[in-house]
């Protein structure tokens, strides 16, 4: 095996070595029961268990309660949620606001825009999402809701704070869920897939407000309806049974190290990787400094000729997965939880090292 | 570990020894690369070079060619299909034929009727779906597709040849795909979820004329979309990577084998099992002779009070699973490839020599 890549790919991403070795093991023989975890039946005791105790750190991460919020693992990505999230909660009578900070963001407003009326309520595009738009000073009468991005992948942006919102706001939380502290009370329903931050793809977790499921469109297939899938426990039909068991185990390693240890590395881990692009002249960062995201930290080399000689300079330290997206170029860093303080530091020390002379 | 058990669980399902090695031993380092399976990137060449390699083993157990069938990897399961399958190609002037072989087909028929006009062209509920419904003599005109399954779970039924349709054919394959050879040309389209016969829970395989995809919905979002999803290569988002991989290893093990020797081995295998059933005046197969499934074997106790003492003298023989569907109580065995001949021996063995008064 050659020895353990400093991983920086923005997804599927970098897990925790003990998240592997579980899930390895469980493969092969799921907790001495002699059957893989990969054949345990999704109806029986052992799946059940899974599902009970990841709904739990979830809440507990989260700081809700099982009495106000459900706990849904989902099939079919982002992407998924972005059809899903209109066609449940979008009132033919009303209109769905969506706040543009980028890509993804747009990708969420274009497909809800195949359910009903929908309307940018503020965007960033005008700087080519180099910082968050600004919350609009008001809003359009009677949203059916506000639907965000907390953090933005292929532009490094992040929103440091939930905004109140009047009406029901639904956030993809996908690249930084319990990266920091939140008030995740604020969203009537987040989402996260779960290859940045929580595990293997092929999953996406779900958290939603139990009264907002209650207002969902009462007429859509079970497969497409928040409200069956929650009276269903996530068991609707077979579901992703060892991603989400990959979610499991990374929960349990956040847990153990608590919200507050994560949140302090993440904030270390950026700042040294902030702090080398600020001093080296052949590097810079594009992102306006207030809205520079933790977990992605997006750059470019002045002279953009020089970026292959960079990256084999990373490929001789070790260091994999920065190349930026493909619809950008540049370069990007993926700080999510499970990379270390290490990594960051063997990533801020190429930057600072690297003479493109030699 | 526990000695690895006979089992016979309908899904998910036991997979091959091979395939559980390769999974784990690829999570901890994928081919030497020195980052886990589970974090290699979605548009890489490693994640391409799987989907290649995968896409050839379908077409060729298919017997069919990429110029005429697309392969596509997709979340969401069974019930995702259901609704997908009329989203995309129920046309708003004409009904979707459905044959009610039992309760998964009832399913994908309840389903599409959110879509449009539905038949049902014919049903076993009469006698209880212990046999297959005979083909209709004749059809209605215009019908935009016919769906079936082509093995029934639940109830023990398997249609040995796909028939002739004179309009397109829509076939569920989860549970019986490559299980025997089939003129798969005959479907326009055909499906199967992984867990049964394919790999990990999270992924579904669905093979699609690419003359039919031409024909689908235009206005849907891409992420219901065949075409769409066709074009953008199984990876319009991030894909289940790792469910992928363990039906790639599947598959690889089932072209080594070649589908005669699996179906001769599946012959063999349903053989002993209903041999021992026939044969043991404790237990009865409700399954009609010439319906009988050679995947899932149905079976219940002349006295079902006896029903507890036999599976404990299961547990006893190291063999689990076979439990009967939570609908319908009594037994059932999944003989899916992966089950051996040896497993399946095992279950005859238990059969025959099981005393109730013991």
Same mark, same amino acid.
């Given at each position: 095996?050659?020895?353990?890549?400093?991983?920086?790919?923005?997804?599927?991403?970098?897990?925790?070595?003990?998240?592997?070795?579980?899930?390895?093991?469980?493969?092969?023989?799921?907790?001495?029961?002699?059957?893989?975890?990969?054949?345990?039946?999704?109806?029986?005791?052992?799946?059940?268990?899974?599902?009970?105790?990841?709904?739990?750190?979830?809440?507990?991460?989260?700081?809700?309660?099982?009495?106000?919020?459900?706990?849904?693992?989902?099939?079919?990505?982002?992407?998924?949620?972005?059809?899903?999230?209109?066609?449940?909660?979008?009132?033919?009578?009303?209109?769905?606001?969506?706040?543009?900070?980028?890509?993804?963001?747009?990708?969420?407003?274009?497909?809800?825009?195949?359910?009903?009326?929908?309307?940018?309520?503020?965007?960033?595009?005008?700087?080519?999402?180099?910082?968050?738009?600004?919350?609009?000073?008001?809003?359009?009468?009677?949203?059916?809701?506000?639907?965000?991005?907390?953090?933005?992948?292929?532009?490094?942006?992040?929103?440091?704070?939930?905004?109140?919102?009047?009406?029901?706001?639904?956030?993809?939380?996908? #690249?930084?869920?319990?990266?920091? &502290?939140?008030?995740?009370?604020?969203? !009537? %329903?987040? *989402? +996260?897939?779960?290859?940045? /931050?929580?595990?293997?793809?092929?999953?996406?977790?779900?958290?939603?407000?139990?009264?907002?499921?209650?207002?969902?469109?009462?007429?859509?297939?079970?497969?497409?309806?928040?409200?069956?899938?929650?009276?269903?426990?996530?068991?609707?039909?077979?579901?992703?049974?060892?991603?989400?068991?990959?979610?499991?185990?990374?929960?349990?390693?956040?847990?153990?190290? #608590?919200?507050?240890?994560?949140? &302090?590395?993440?904030?270390?881990?950026? !700042? %040294?990787? *902030? +702090?080398?692009?600020?001093? /080296?002249?052949?590097?810079?960062?594009?992102?306006?400094?207030?809205?520079?995201?933790?977990?992605?930290?997006?750059?470019?080399?002045?002279?953009?000729?020089?970026?292959?000689?960079?990256?084999?300079?990373?490929?001789?330290?070790?260091?994999?997965?920065?190349?930026?997206?493909?619809?950008?170029?540049?370069?990007?860093?993926?700080?999510?939880?499970?990379?270390?303080?290490?990594?960051?530091?063997?990533?801020?020390?190429?930057?600072?090292?690297?003479?493109?002379?030699?």
């Amino acid at each position: 095996m050659n020895p353990r890549k400093h991983y920086f790919g923005s997804g599927p991403a970098a897990l925790p070595q003990c998240v592997l070795e579980g899930m390895s093991e469980a493969i092969l023989d799921y907790k001495g029961s002699g059957i893989s975890l990969l054949s345990i039946p999704h109806r029986g005791p052992a799946f059940q268990a899974i599902l009970d105790e990841a709904q739990e750190l979830v809440l507990h991460l989260s700081g809700l309660s099982a009495d106000e919020y459900a706990v849904l693992w989902m099939q079919g990505g982002g992407r998924h949620q972005f059809a899903l999230l209109p066609m449940n909660f979008l009132k033919t009578s009303s209109a769905a606001g969506y706040i543009d900070s980028g890509h993804w963001a747009q990708a969420a407003l274009k497909t809800a825009q195949h359910y009903g009326a929908c309307q940018t309520l503020c965007s960033s595009s005008d700087n080519d999402y180099s910082s968050l738009p600004a919350w609009p000073p008001s809003l359009p009468e009677g949203l059916s809701y506000i639907h965000l991005t907390t953090n933005n992948t292929i532009y490094g942006t992040q929103m440091p704070e939930l905004p109140l919102s009047p009406v029901p706001l639904f956030a993809d939380m996908s #690249s930084d869920i319990f990266s920091i &502290k939140r008030a995740y009370s604020r969203c !009537a %329903l987040f *989402y +996260a897939v779960a290859q940045k /931050q929580l595990g293997a793809a092929g999953v996406t977790l779900v958290v939603a407000r139990r009264t907002l499921l209650e207002q969902g469109n009462p007429s859509l297939p079970d497969v497409f309806s928040y409200a069956a899938q929650v009276r269903a426990g996530s068991v609707l039909n077979t579901p992703p049974v060892s991603a989400i068991y990959s979610c499991l185990l990374t929960l349990r390693w956040m847990q153990q190290q #608590s919200m507050q240890t994560i949140e &302090k590395q993440n904030r270390e881990k950026a !700042a %040294l990787v *902030y +702090a080398a692009l600020d001093e /080296q002249p052949l590097f810079h960062c594009p992102v306006a400094k207030d809205s520079r995201s933790l977990m992605n930290v997006v750059f470019k080399m002045n002279h953009a000729e020089q970026e292959q000689a960079f990256l084999n300079y990373c490929t001789s330290k070790n260091i994999e997965g920065i190349r930026g997206h493909r619809l950008l170029g540049g370069f990007r860093a993926a700080l999510y939880n499970a990379v270390s303080l290490e990594d960051a530091a063997a990533l801020a020390n190429a930057i600072r090292q690297f003479n493109h002379k030699t």
